[in-house]
Nanobody, 127 residues
């Protein structure tokens, strides 16, 4: 059974840091581009960071320079280090496995077919 299980969310003051984790089960982890999305109430889900099978990373302009995506293939685990958090980073964060991903020149991430989604972990940044 395929599962993506996120953890590490919580409440933090503006300027603080959080590290999200996503443990993957039940599929060949290294065959997919992995990424993090977020969705605040009343907004569309936004892809914020991706890491491809060759280790190349992409970021949305809104988080570039503050967030770092990484993975441990031996543990089938994806991470998102979030620094200098802002109130506008408040959202539900989801990890996902995609058939493709790439940095678009207009500052967002191109995604192929999202094969698997996690259930999400809430991040709340208080000002």
């Amino acid at each position: 059974q395929v599962q993506l299980v996120e953890s590490g969310g919580g409440s933090v003051q503006a300027g603080g840091s959080l590290r999200l984790s996503c443990a993957a089960f039940g599929y060949t982890y290294s065959s997919y581009c992995m990424g993090w999305f977020r969705q605040a109430p009343g907004t569309e889900r936004e892809g914020v960071a991706s890491i491809d099978i060759d280790g190349s990373t992409s970021y949305a302009d809104s988080v570039k320079g503050r967030f770092t995506i990484s993975q441990d293939n031996a543990k089938n685990t994806l991470y998102l280090q979030m620094n200098s958090l802002k109130h506008e980073d408040t959202a539900m964060y989801y990890c996902a496995a995609s058939t493709e991903c790439a940095q678009h020149s207009r500052g967002y991430i191109y995604w192929g077919h999202i094969a698997y989604w996690g259930q999400g972990t809430q991040v709340t940044v208080t000002s």
